[in-house]
């Protein structure tokens, strides 16, 4: 039997919780972690990218903060694939440059965006589960990188020229599971499995193991996530039983073109397969989740033994 869940998972407490400044320390813990270097926040902002909206089900939320030192750090959840999300990431970040400069304003005075991506899917091809990109100018003779010049450097502040780019960083947490005493990766189990094991130390955790309990919310506030974790199972399996169906059908339509009676049977073979398949990665999901085992099955039609075994 799969053990009840006694935090709050992030994405819902980015939602709800982590926006109150009484919990900002979970937030800096996660920031100061994840850049590694001292993050404080000094206060939340608002942009079209980050509005909350009721009805978001599985789809993304997203919390943008403003640092001490004046620096934007936007963090998005997205729970659904999505194929074109590496364009996305880039026109949120440069969203945000020209939201937050007024006309007329020397460039000096853009701010620095990093931009935080925590993916439930797999995104791309790659077998890491955090990266990191930034902005470098090679010379295409000589591979050297482009300096700032001293004068720069006096005026920025910084001694690279990516320090004044956004910079990207896309967690892939889906299918991470492993406990470990290294702080990231204590902050990936917890993305992926909404879990604090007793010894967590790193940076946030032990102010999350307090205020992110599901216990510590009213009733009201507990049906509402309740109904949220339905909800996102929902959506999952449609969006997952969709696609499977869509892929197996395509391949079985091209391997018996011009045949009726091979096309139908492709046809129906696809979408049962592709309903099986989807059903178990929702499984898969819904365990990583802590969810019990009676609503996987309710929700998937998958049996107990069949859940257990994945």
Do not use: C
Not at 26 to 32: K, Q, T, W
Not at 63 to 90: H, T, W
Not at 264 to 276: D, L, Q, S, Y
Not at 294 to 304: A, D, M, N, P, R
């Amino acid at each position: 039997m799969t053990k009840e869940r006694t935090y709050i998972s992030f994405d819902w407490a980015l939602k709800r919780l982590l926006r109150d400044k009484a919990n900002f320390d979970v937030l800096e813990g996660f920031l100061s972690t994840l850049l590694n270097t001292t993050i404080k926040i000094q206060k939340l902002l608002e942009s079209e990218s980050n509005k909350d909206r009721d009805d978001a089900k599985m789809n993304r939320v997203d919390i943008l903060a403003e640092d001490k030192d004046g620096e934007l750090l936007l963090i998005e959840v997205q729970g659904e694939s999505e194929y074109a999300y590496f364009q996305r990431i880039l026109f949120g970040a440069s969203k945000l440059v020209t939201e937050y400069i007024d006309s007329g304003q020397n460039y000096s005075n853009v701010k620095k965006v990093y931009s935080i991506n925590i993916v439930y899917f797999d995104l791309g091809q790659g077998k890491d589960y955090v990266y990191h990109g930034k902005t470098e100018f090679r010379g295409i003779h000589n591979n050297e990188i482009l300096q700032l010049s001293t004068f720069q450097r006096q005026q920025f502040g910084v001694d690279e020229v990516y320090k004044l780019y956004p910079e990207y960083y896309i967690l892939k947490v889906n299918d991470f599971n492993r406990w470990s005493k290294v702080p990231l990766e204590q902050w990936i189990y917890f993305l992926s499995t909404s879990d604090i094991p007793e010894d967590a130390d790193a940076p946030g955790l032990k102010a999350a193991r307090e205020k992110l309990r599901l216990s510590k919310m009213t009733k009201e506030e507990q049906a509402a996530y309740r109904r949220y974790l339905d909800n996102r199972v929902i959506l999952a399996d449609q969006i997952f039983t969709a696609k499977g169906e869509g892929r197996l059908e395509g391949k079985a339509e091209g391997r018996a073109e011009g045949r009726a009676e091979g096309r139908a049977e492709g046809k129906a073979e696809g979408r049962a397969e592709g309903r099986a398949e989807g059903h178990e990665e929702d499984a898969r999901r819904m365990k990583a989740d802590n969810m019990p085992i009676e609503l996987i099955s309710k929700y998937t039609g998958l049996t107990v033994d069949e859940i257990e075994k994945l």
